[in-house]
Protein backbone atom coordinates (compact mmCIF):
# COMPACT_ATOMS: atom_id res chain seq x y z
CA UNK A 1 0.00 0.00 0.00
CA UNK A 2 1.44 3.24 -0.75
CA UNK A 3 1.99 5.76 1.94
CA UNK A 4 0.77 9.66 1.46
CA UNK A 5 3.71 12.18 1.88
CA UNK A 6 2.48 13.35 4.90
CA UNK A 7 3.35 9.96 6.41
CA UNK A 8 6.38 9.59 4.92
CA UNK A 9 7.46 13.13 6.09
CA UNK A 10 6.67 12.10 9.51
CA UNK A 11 8.61 9.10 8.95
CA UNK A 12 11.64 11.24 7.95
CA UNK A 13 11.09 13.43 10.87
CA UNK A 14 11.11 11.01 13.83
CA UNK A 15 13.97 9.32 12.36
CA UNK A 16 15.67 12.83 12.25
CA UNK A 17 14.65 13.60 15.74
CA UNK A 18 15.90 10.91 17.12
CA UNK A 19 19.42 12.20 16.48
CA UNK A 20 19.12 16.05 16.76
CA UNK A 21 18.52 17.36 19.78
CA UNK A 22 19.02 21.22 21.34
CA UNK A 23 20.53 22.24 24.22
CA UNK A 24 20.75 25.74 25.54
CA UNK A 25 24.53 26.48 24.24
CA UNK A 26 23.32 24.74 20.85
CA UNK A 27 19.85 25.21 19.68
CA UNK A 28 17.91 23.75 17.34
CA UNK A 29 16.72 25.48 14.20
CA UNK A 30 13.35 24.07 13.53
CA UNK A 31 12.43 24.36 10.04
CA UNK A 32 8.58 24.29 9.01
CA UNK A 33 7.12 24.49 5.32
CA UNK A 34 3.27 25.02 4.38
CA UNK A 35 2.29 25.49 1.00
CA UNK A 36 2.29 29.24 1.37
CA UNK A 37 4.53 30.46 4.36
CA UNK A 38 7.33 29.07 6.02
CA UNK A 39 8.30 28.73 9.95
CA UNK A 40 11.53 29.26 11.39
CA UNK A 41 12.12 28.25 15.43
CA UNK A 42 14.77 28.03 17.76
CA UNK A 43 14.22 25.27 20.40
CA UNK A 44 15.95 24.47 23.71
CA UNK A 45 14.90 21.06 23.88
CA UNK A 46 16.28 20.83 27.89
CA UNK A 47 14.29 23.65 28.99
CA UNK A 48 11.89 22.94 26.83
CA UNK A 49 11.51 26.43 25.56
CA UNK A 50 11.49 28.74 22.00
CA UNK A 51 14.00 31.08 21.93
CA UNK A 52 13.56 33.20 19.14
CA UNK A 53 11.06 32.12 15.64
CA UNK A 54 10.81 33.87 12.53
CA UNK A 55 8.24 33.57 9.88
CA UNK A 56 6.65 34.88 6.57
CA UNK A 57 3.94 35.53 8.75
CA UNK A 58 5.84 37.79 11.17
CA UNK A 59 4.51 42.00 11.59
CA UNK A 60 8.02 43.18 11.04
CA UNK A 61 8.83 40.88 8.05
CA UNK A 62 5.36 41.44 6.00
CA UNK A 63 6.21 44.34 4.47
CA UNK A 64 9.06 43.63 3.10
CA UNK A 65 8.01 40.23 1.19
CA UNK A 66 5.32 41.42 -0.82
CA UNK A 67 5.95 40.54 -4.65
CA UNK A 68 9.14 38.02 -3.77
CA UNK A 69 9.32 34.86 -4.75
CA UNK A 70 8.57 31.90 -2.11
CA UNK A 71 12.12 31.18 -2.12
CA UNK A 72 13.15 34.55 -1.65
CA UNK A 73 10.78 34.79 1.34
CA UNK A 74 12.29 32.20 2.44
CA UNK A 75 16.03 33.81 2.57
CA UNK A 76 14.31 37.06 3.92
CA UNK A 77 13.18 34.66 6.95
CA UNK A 78 16.62 32.48 6.88
CA UNK A 79 18.36 36.22 7.81
CA UNK A 80 15.76 37.30 10.21
CA UNK A 81 15.94 34.08 12.25
CA UNK A 82 19.99 34.48 12.14
CA UNK A 83 19.48 38.45 13.51
CA UNK A 84 17.47 37.29 16.16
CA UNK A 85 19.89 34.93 16.98
CA UNK A 86 22.80 36.85 17.43
CA UNK A 87 20.43 39.59 19.25
CA UNK A 88 20.22 36.61 21.77
CA UNK A 89 24.08 35.81 22.08
CA UNK A 90 23.58 32.44 19.86
CA UNK A 91 26.15 31.65 17.78
CA UNK A 92 25.55 28.02 16.99
CA UNK A 93 22.50 25.96 16.09
CA UNK A 94 21.59 22.16 15.31
CA UNK A 95 19.77 22.28 11.58
CA UNK A 96 16.42 20.43 11.76
CA UNK A 97 14.90 20.49 8.64
CA UNK A 98 11.61 18.49 10.25
CA UNK A 99 11.27 15.72 7.30
CA UNK A 100 11.36 18.03 4.85
CA UNK A 101 14.24 17.29 1.77
CA UNK A 102 17.08 20.03 2.06
CA UNK A 103 16.15 21.27 -1.03
CA UNK A 104 14.26 24.57 -2.30
CA UNK A 105 13.05 26.83 0.22
CA UNK A 106 14.38 25.11 3.21
CA UNK A 107 17.74 25.13 1.62
CA UNK A 108 17.33 29.00 1.01
CA UNK A 109 16.33 29.59 4.60
CA UNK A 110 19.11 27.54 5.63
CA UNK A 111 21.90 29.33 3.67
CA UNK A 112 20.71 32.66 4.18
CA UNK A 113 21.24 31.76 8.31
CA UNK A 114 24.61 30.77 7.24
CA UNK A 115 25.48 33.76 5.50
CA UNK A 116 23.67 35.95 8.14
CA UNK A 117 26.80 34.53 10.86
CA UNK A 118 24.96 31.58 12.02
CA UNK A 119 26.92 28.27 12.59
CA UNK A 120 25.48 24.69 11.71
Do not use: W
Not at 44 to 71: F, Q
Not at 104 to 109: D, F, K, N, S, W
Request: net charge positive; aromatic share 4%.
Amino acid sequence: MAKTKAETRTRRKASIRKKVNGTSERPRLSVFRSAKHIYAQVIDDVAHNTIAMASTMDESLKGSLTGLKKSEKAKKVGAAIAERCKAKGIEAVVFDRNGFIYHGRVQALADAAREAGLKF
